[in-house]
């Protein structure tokens, strides 16, 4: 593993956990922002754990950075209320906050290439055709085991979740958030399948067999 990677994780985390204490402080509604942020809080002493006997990709661990400030700000404010999402729906003149939709977005677009690393090093998967089948399967699993998460906190909190669900009124929020997570699953695979694939190679030191045939 390169050296310098241990230090970067660290500092990495350290920010992490500066911006998760930070959205953490005056959030719009305290058990909102637990709910938001607890995939945060789980997946930072995985990383940290797995860092030595599995070190990702520098690509991944820039994507889950970038998804746990999605989640912190959907959290501190509550999906609803995050002024971009308000700036985003006036430019395109949107009748609803779609930040919501972002989050939904990422949640495609970073465990496709997470579930792509997995299987790729991992050998559990041959041919580009049947790993991209298989990673948008994962996407899809992770996303509607979500709305299940979802459903179960509608349930247990009544009216107590709406701001953890975000439907804003929207009847049809559970699918477009499934197809907004779909839609970024397979754009994480059109754009940087080549940039990953060069960086598992790297990883691995070079070694064949380290990237998924192409057919």
């Keep these: 593993m390169n050296a310098s990677r241990p230090k970067s994780l660290l500092v990495a985390v350290g920010v992490l956990v500066g911006l998760l204490a930070l959205s953490g402080l005056r959030p719009y509604d305290r058990a909102t922002w ?50 971009l999402g308000f700036q985003i729906a006036e430019l395109l003149g949107l009748d609803r906050n779609p930040y919501d939709k972002i989050g939904h977005f990422f949640q495609g677009f970073v465990p496709a290439v997470l579930a792509r ?11 580009a055709r049947m790993l991209g089948f298989v990673v948008v399967c994962i996407v899809l699993a992770v996303s509607a085991a979500y709305e299940l998460v ?22 049809w929020d559970t ?41």
Excluded at 57 to 78: C, E, N, R, S
Excluded at 150 to 169: H, K, N
Excluded at 182 to 209: E, P, Y
Aim: glycine content about 12%; some cysteine; aromatic content about 8%.
């Design 150 to 171: 979802e459903w179960a906190a509608a349930l247990a909190l009544g009216q107590g979740a709406d701001e953890f669900l975000g439907t804003q009124g929207d009847p």
């Design 34 to 83: 637990l709910m938001e942020v607890f995939p945060v809080l789980l997946a930072l002493p995985v990383l940290c754990g797995t860092a030595a006997r599995f070190p990702l990709t520098p690509l991944v661990y820039g994507l889950i950075f970038a998804h746990a400030i999605v989640l912190m700000v959907g959290g501190a404010y509550t999906y609803a209320r995050v002024p």
């Design 117 to 127: 690393e997995i299987l790729i090093r991992g050998g559990y998967v041959r041919g």
């Design 175 to 215: 699918q477009s958030d499934m197809f907004t997570a779909l839609i970024g699953a397979v754009a994480a695979l059109a754009f940087l399948s080549k940039t990953h694939d060069r960086q598992i190679h790297d990883i691995r030191g070079g070694c064949r067999g380290c990237v998924v045939e192409s057919n």
